[in-house]
């Protein structure tokens, strides 16, 4: 959340804004009631503390005019010298509430909880019943890429999205194509990462009858399909390099060269790349081409993480809430505050993701339509990758063995969440599984 500080008394300035940054929200900080105008118009704070110091009609002046936006702006009033008149004149202005100082920084911190939650449950019917919406966010950083992806969404040019495992690539893409001329066509996804390099070829180009044994008729690739609409290339990274230079040639020509075919077939795609890994790495390590990263990347998009935003988990836990009360037909409706916290503090390496299913699983489990803090059951894998077990001296090989088996314990058998936890692809990991399996076999 932005909150916008009004106040004149430096030290609690910097108290404040320091204990909001460490909750996880941007604070803004003007001195004079006036001049704190052009910041709301501007930042579209989501909580103002109006430090009162004397400047009694500029105070009344802000809160009507902070009424007056669309959506009102709540206005905690703040003074060292409370009087009863004042509080009721301040309440009849518009404030939110009237405080005096000092006050414990929890108060604070629980009022913002509130905010967010009252926020969230306003908003949250226009989001879910726009399905050329689904993006749930109000941080400044992720609102902006937002706004940058429906900018570009008319054009042809490739978009290239960067963001780890369950920021909600995908999500974005889509949001592009359905704000794109191309919504009414097909929208293709495919992810690199779950073929084998052997059927990642023809997948992407098709081919002819007979170009190779079992081809016994002639089959589209991905490009074709998505003729005339768009196509996600999810993890592009995993593409071996032989099939690179292929795949250039499609973007600069438009035309696709099917296995065992003799004439290209022209196609007219938009396409969209994602990766959870730092691409620019891969391309100084000659891992991926140079000038394939440069014809992809025309339009960059970075998803940040959900702990880089974490004013957007209280509204996400909200939305996935009532997705699957509503779902499951369940009588959950809220959360405890021991339970906001808890999701609060929370660190998150999953992601979105890992909310959407944390809150789900609470949904289910609960017995009380207040979600209690035990039924917000987190992934153990956190802990397993910040305080690992004590292993006896054993070789790389047993080692690694055990630590992909304690991955895919942690994740129920769900490849692509334990490659991520291990930090390798699913390709990478699908080929380990392969090579103990034959070691099993001889």
């Known amino acids: 959340m932005n909150v916008l500080l009004i106040e004149s008394d430096a030290t609690d300035a910097r108290t404040f804004s320091m204990f909001l940054r460490e909750q996880g929200h941007l604070a803004f900080i003007t001195d004079s009631p006036k001049s704190a105008k052009n910041l709301v118009k501007k930042e579209s704070p989501g909580l103002v503390l109006l430090h009162v110091n004397g400047n009694e009609s500029q105070a009344v002046d802000f809160l009507q005019s902070a009424q007056d936006m669309e959506p009102a702006v709540p206005v905690i009033v703040l003074t060292r010298k409370p009087k009863l008149d004042d509080a009721i004149q301040a309440v009849k202005n518009g404030a939110y509430d009237f405080w005096t100082k000092p006050f414990p920084l929890e108060r604070l911190s629980k009022a913002i909880e509130l905010i967010e939650r009252s926020s969230a449950k306003e908003r949250e019917i226009p989001v879910k019943n726009d399905p050329d919406d689904p993006i749930i966010s109000f941080d400044p950083v992720l609102c902006s890429t937002k706004a940058l992806a429906?900018?570009?969404a008319p054009s042809n040019a490739t978009v290239f999205i960067q963001g780890e495992s369950g920021t909600g690539k995908e999500l974005f893409a889509r949001y592009i194509h359905n704000h794109s001329g191309r919504k009414d066509k097909p929208f293709v996804a495919l992810n690199c990462a779950a073929l084998p390099e052997t059927l990642l070829e023809s997948e992407l180009f098709g081919y002819e009858k007979g170009a190779f044994t079992g081809a016994i008729r002639n089959r589209e690739g991905k490009f074709e399909l998505a003729h005339t609409g768009t196509l996600l290339l999810d993890e592009v990274t995993e593409i071996?390099?032989?099939?690179?230079?292929?795949?250039?040639?499609?973007?600069?020509?438009?035309?696709?060269?099917?296995?065992?075919?003799?004439?290209?077939?022209?196609v007219d795609v938009k396409v969209i790349a994602t990766t959870n890994i730092r691409i620019e790495e891969m391309v100084r390590e000659g891992k991926f081409r140079k000038d394939l990263y440069y014809r992809l990347n025309v339009i960059p998009l970075r998803?940040?993480?959900?702990?880089?935003?974490?004013g957007d988990v209280l509204p996400l836990a909200e939305f996935f809430l009532q997705k699957y009360s509503s779902e499951n037909n369940t009588p959950v409706r809220s959360f405890a505050p021991e339970a906001l916290k808890k999701l609060r503090e929370y660190s998150w390496p999953g992601n979105v993701r890992e909310l959407q299913n944390v809150i789900h699983r609470a949904v289910l489990i609960s017995d009380l339509p207040v979600v209690k803090s035990d039924c917000i059951i987190l992934d153990s894998a956190e802990e397993m990758a910040e305080s690992p077990p004590q292993f006896s001296l054993m070789p790389l090989s047993?080692?690694?063995?055990?630590?992909?088996?304690?991955?895919?314990?942690?994740?129920e058998g769900n490849r692509t969440r334990?490659?991520?936890i291990l930090g390798i692809s699913v390709r990478t990991l699908r080929n380990k599984l392969n090579e103990y399996r034959q070691e099993i076999e001889l």
């Open 303 to 310: 998803i940040p993480p959900l702990r880089e935003r974490l």
């Open 418 to 420: 334990a490659a991520e």
């Open 240 to 266: 071996p390099l032989h099939l690179q230079a292929k795949l250039l040639r499609v973007l600069q020509e438009s035309e696709v060269d099917r296995l065992g075919g003799r004439m290209p077939v022209s």
């Open 150 to 152: 429906r900018k570009v």
């Open 398 to 411: 047993e080692l690694e063995k055990m630590m992909i088996e304690k991955a895919l314990c942690a994740y």
